[in-house]
T-cell receptor, first 108, second 114 residues
Framework: GQSLEQPSEVTAVEGAIVQINCTYQTSGFYGLSWYQQHDGGAPTFLSYNALDGLEETGRFSSFLSRSDSYGYLLLQELQMKDSASYFCARGYGQNFVFGPGTRLSVLP | DAGVTQSPTHLIKTRGQQVTLRCSPKSGHDTVSWYQQALGQGPQFIFQYYEEEERQRGNFPDRFSGHQFPNYSSELNVNALLLGDSALYLC?????????????FGPGTRLTVT
């Protein structure tokens, strides 16, 4: 199985912290990536977790637990520009299976 | 340093026609992957090209074919277009030996089939 599950929508206010969860099926796992996509734009890479634990990149952090087939993206100090769709993507061979995406709306 | 470029930006075709989309990878990258993204959904992997060969393929029919050239650029061809082929087609480039599996996406080609 290659499917991933994410919440379809998340809403938060500016300055808050939000967590976007991702669960996946485990066959052929090669790591979990996160991408951001603004409306009308291309997906842009945010982070990659090959091993369990937390990876921090500025205001964004990503976590992976391979034993739980679970990961999350944590966005801190939310800004209006963070309003976008966020996709987790599971490594499969040399490519990725993308989740359905979570639409994040940041309110003033 | 040019990023991933794709052409054309938009395309309108009729059912049954054929279309060719083009992609130039980020400088220094040797691998090109193609994705189809329907509105409101995540990108769906079509196939990947490395060293001018199709290395991996997703669950897409043979109507979808591709090619990679010696300069690493790539084409996606779709024959016998169906209405359901209307989508954003994304090209992503990467380095085969990269550890992070980071892919750089182009802006996409919006294909509309009428």
């Amino acid at each position: 199985g290659q499917s991933l599950e994410q919440p379809s929508e998340v809403t938060a206010v500016e300055g808050a912290i939000v967590q976007i969860n991702c669960t996946y099926q485990t066959s052929g796992f090669y790591g979990l990536s996160w991408y951001q996509q603004h409306d009308g734009g291309a997906p842009t890479f945010l982070s990659y977790n090959a091993l369990d634990g937390l990876e921090e990149t500025g205001r964004f952090s990503s976590f992976l637990s391979r034993s739980d087939s679970y990961g999350y993206l944590l966005l801190q100090e939310l800004q209006m520009k963070d309003s976008a769709s966020y996709f987790c993507a599971r490594g499969y061979g040399q490519n990725f299976v993308f989740g359905p995406g979570t639409r994040l709306s940041v309110l003033p | 340093d040019a990023g991933v470029t794709q052409s054309p930006t938009h395309l309108i075709k009729t059912r049954g026609q054929q279309v060719t989309l083009r992609c130039s990878p980020k400088s220094g990258h040797d691998t090109v992957s193609w994705y189809q993204q329907a509105l409101g959904q995540g990108p769906q992997f079509i196939f990947q090209y490395y060293e001018e060969e199709e290395r991996q393929r997703g669950n897409f029919p043979d109507r979808f074919s591709g090619h990679q050239f010696p300069n690493y650029s790539s084409e996606l061809n779709v024959n016998a277009l169906l209405l359901g082929d209307s989508a954003l087609y994304l090209c992503a480039s990467s380095l085969a030996l990269a550890v992070s599996y980071e892919q750089y996406f182009g802006p996409g080609t919006r294909l509309t089939v009428t």
